[in-house]
């Protein structure tokens, strides 16, 4: 008896994993179409000049002429390779965090990572494409973590999508439909819209024309009764590198209410490898 009824159980958990892991491929599956429709191919024809910021505030060229260097191709897309810690809240400890990340100019993007140890590790993927932000992370890729879709998702997506533009700096040309104004001689912003959503980067740079610091208003839920709201998002750019003639952030720390005494990092990576096209 107690035989048949090990069985029973051993047969209903099978199954229950079986289930799990077609469920599982199926949403790789989702994610690698979304990938490859996010794939863009490099603007040969156009190629990085001082003109093409020549009509921006000094500042602004500044920046330009800091993470671009003359004569590079102009990206539409870029894949990122990244290592870092990830936390839940501010009550959490941090986690071990790897990931790939594929961006395309104000059109969409993928993350896909895995976060924390192999014991109690979550993979999945966040992304943005056509108006959709969803995120979905599973324990071992099998059991469902968190699996959120809903216009609250897709706008704070875009948020993110146009923020994350820092590692994509031809997509923040003028040419590429952005506005900018200088605020002093190291605060520039840069108004754009995506999907007919604008947002408002404020960049904070040096002498140089190097990053050290941006914020932008996110739509979140990271207020003490829950509700969502715009919140000022942002972080500290700690290293930057240069790939291909893009110069960007390389090491960077982000988390919700930035400059404020409630700042809530929660995100800290190192960019290993960035293949602009």
Do not use: C
């Amino acid at each position: 008896m107690i035989v048949k009824i090990l069985l029973s159980i051993g047969v209903l958990l099978a199954s229950a994993f079986l289930t799990l892991g077609i469920v599982q491929v199926r949403n790789d599956q989702e994610v690698s179409r979304i990938w490859q429709a996010l794939s863009t191919s490099p603007d040969l024809k156009n190629n990085f000049t001082k003109e093409m910021v020549a009509e921006l505030p000094a500042p602004v060229q500044r920046y330009f002429l800091h993470s671009i260097a003359l004569g590079t191709p102009l990206a539409s897309g870029v894949n990122l390779k990244m290592s870092g810690n990830f936390r839940l809240s501010q009550d959490k400890p941090w986690l071990p965090m790897v990931g790939e990340e594929i961006i395309s100019d104000k059109k969409g993007f993928v993350w896909k990572a895995a976060i924390g140890s192999p014991l109690s590790q979550m993979r999945g993927s966040d992304y943005y494409i056509n108006g959709l932000g969803r995120m979905r992370f599973s324990l071992w890729g099998l059991v469902p973590f968190v699996n959120v879709q809903n216009p609250d998702t897709n706008r704070s997506a875009i948020g993110r999508l146009a923020g994350e533009m820092v590692w994509l700096p031809s997509g923040l040309l003028p040419q590429r439909s952005v506005s900018w104004k200088a605020i002093d001689e190291n605060t520039i912003q840069a108004s754009l819209k995506i999907d007919g959503e604008p947002v408002t980067l404020t960049l904070f740079i040096d002498s140089n024309g190097k990053l050290l610091k941006l914020s932008f208003p996110r739509w979140g839920e990271q207020k003490e009764d829950g509700t969502y709201t715009y919140i000022p998002f942002g972080g500290e750019i700690q290293q930057e590198q240069t790939f291909a003639g893009y110069t960007i952030p390389s090491q960077v720390s982000l988390g919700w209410w930035f400059a404020r005494y409630h700042y809530s990092e929660f995100f800290r990576a190192t960019i290993e490898q960035a293949k602009f096209n």
